[in-house]
Structure formats: C-alpha cells, structure tokens
C-alpha cells in the first residue's frame, strides 16, 4: 500500500512515501550506502535520515540526534571499497546549480581551430563577502575530510570516492560553462585522489560522466536523473572534448582535459560490473520517451587498482582517522564478495543512494 495516512514531511509517512514503499523490491536483495544530501540537512529531512539511513548507532533517548556533518567514513567489500563523504551542509556561490540560467544560447560550442581549450570557471564563494567566515571554515573543514579520504583509501587498490556534490563537474550558466563544487575542489591537494579510482555523486539533476585523458583525473559520474525532476543543461555536448578542466588552490596545478564524455537530462540509472580481470564496466541507461524504454546512454570502463602510481606510505599528515558517535570509522561489510554493483544514483542511490 503506497499511502500511509498522516502529515507528510520528515517522518514515517513522507519517507515511506518518497523512499521505502519505491525502494521495496530492492531493500529486499541490495546493500545500501546511502549518501546525505542538502535535502537531508537538520532542517530539512536531516531527522529521517539519521534514524532510517545513518549507519552509526545514535541516542535513542535523545530528541536532538541530527548532525550537521559527519567525518568520511570507508565500505569495504573484497577487491574495493567506497569512500562516504558527506559535503551537505556546503553552501555554495549564489545557491549553485539549482539557480543556474540556461539561456536560449546556451554555452559554447567545440572551438575552431586555433583557439584556446575551454577552461571552465570557477564559482568562488569569497565573492561573497558576507559568508567568508562560513566559507573559510568548510574549506578547513573539508581540508581535514580529505586527508581522512586520502588515509582510507589506503586500504584498498581500488577506490570509489561517493558523495553527494559533484568534484569535477560541469554545468552551463548564462553562456558560461562553470565548474563545481567550489568548496570540495579549493579543499583538495595534488593527492588527494591519487588512489581513487572514479567519483560517484548526484546533485546536479541530469546525467554527467566526465573521462579524463591519461586518467590523470579520477572519472566523475554524475548520476542525478534517478528520480527528481530533471534540470535542463545547455552543455554542447561537441564542446566536451574540448574542456580542459583546472580546480582547487593554485600551487597544487589539479587540472585535466576532458577524453570523452556527456551530459543528459534524461531519467536514468548506472550500473557497474566487475570484470574477471578487476576492471569495472559501468552502463548508463536513460529512459527514451518516445519508445517507451530503457536504452543504453553511455558505456566507462574503470581499470583495476591504483590509477596513479601512488605512495603505499602516505600518513595521516593531520587528518586522522575520522571517528563518530557509535563507532569505528570503517563500516565493514565483512569483505562483501559481490560482483555485480548497481548504483541508481539520483535524487537518491547504491549499492549507493545519494540522497537528493
């Protein structure tokens, strides 16, 4: 029964609805890693999310037991494991991708011969000057979570990095092509992501996959058409070739050209399988209106282990391992033998549910 009668909101009747009743059939076969979004925050639907989806014990007898954030925490299974970093509470430069104008012109296209690649821009948040202070508290903030990430992914040769807001992606605003998250790049070091393999987040309501030349950038995805409604994009997609992507802090020179990829406004979900080698084919599917059906959007093949030839010694080097009311850092799922890792990322999911 899809109705629960009540008031509907951040309780029993408003989760069962947008969550448990859809999610049914696979609650019943599939691990979920859920990720928190902005959508989760205290104010919001932070509550229910701490109670159904939190994977830490909380205080039963406690009214009060909504985080504002929580450090990053690792899912093991046995040839990988996922990176959790929740990146809600950000508040990004004029409300970010949800107020972004696609114009009739939309962004450019590929550019003629001669001229420069397209560098997208950056969305800087100390161009507000009324939130300095907030924004130069999640940069140390996140800082700090990443070095937690970086330490984690020690563990393991082959790393996917979940969360909500994109690293490495782009959209379009007015007619320029901008990059985002602002706040998780400006929080990243040369080698951050020298261990992660592919990025896995929502957020942005369409579907994105970015593939980097020489893999000297982790493959993003961008899996936001599970279930919300979509959000046009103006990306032409003959200009993705062409974007030679540079994010964070000067001095560490993170930057990459786009190899291939796309972006769509099409519902949707990701599947990844691994292979008998230990690489991963990962199949993007978007329903096609006109036919009424699923169909395969866009294939990415992820190799086995170490993308970059990094140092198997690295140190905590002021991060720590991140603890949290209830428990460990590493939530291990006893070296889960699956092979097969569906992702319906969106408004929501996995094995990662991406809250909205």
Known sequence: MNFVPGTYGDNWYGWWADWFYPAMNLLRTTPIIPGRGNHEICTRGGFGFFLFMFPYDIDDGSTNYCLDNYPPYAVRFEHEQFLVMDDSIINPLRGGVDHYMNTLEGC????EDGQPLIVPKRENRYLDPK???ETEEQVELFTRWFKDI???????ETNFYVGHRPVLGIGCNYTDVVTLDWTLQQSLTNTTFDRISALITGHMHWLEVLEFEDNVLPAQMIVGNGGTMMIENKIDQSSIFYINLTVGKEEYGIHGRVKRGITKSAFGYGIMERQDDLSYEVQFKTWQADKGSMANQFNLTIPAGLRKNAKADATED???QATMPGGNVIVSSGDIQSRLLPFIVGAFFVIVYLCN
């Open 318 to 320: 002021g991060g720590g």
């Open 150 to 156: 970086e330490f984690l992914s020690l563990d393991r």
């Open 131 to 133: 939130n300095a202070e």
């Open 108 to 111: 450019p296209g590929a550019p």
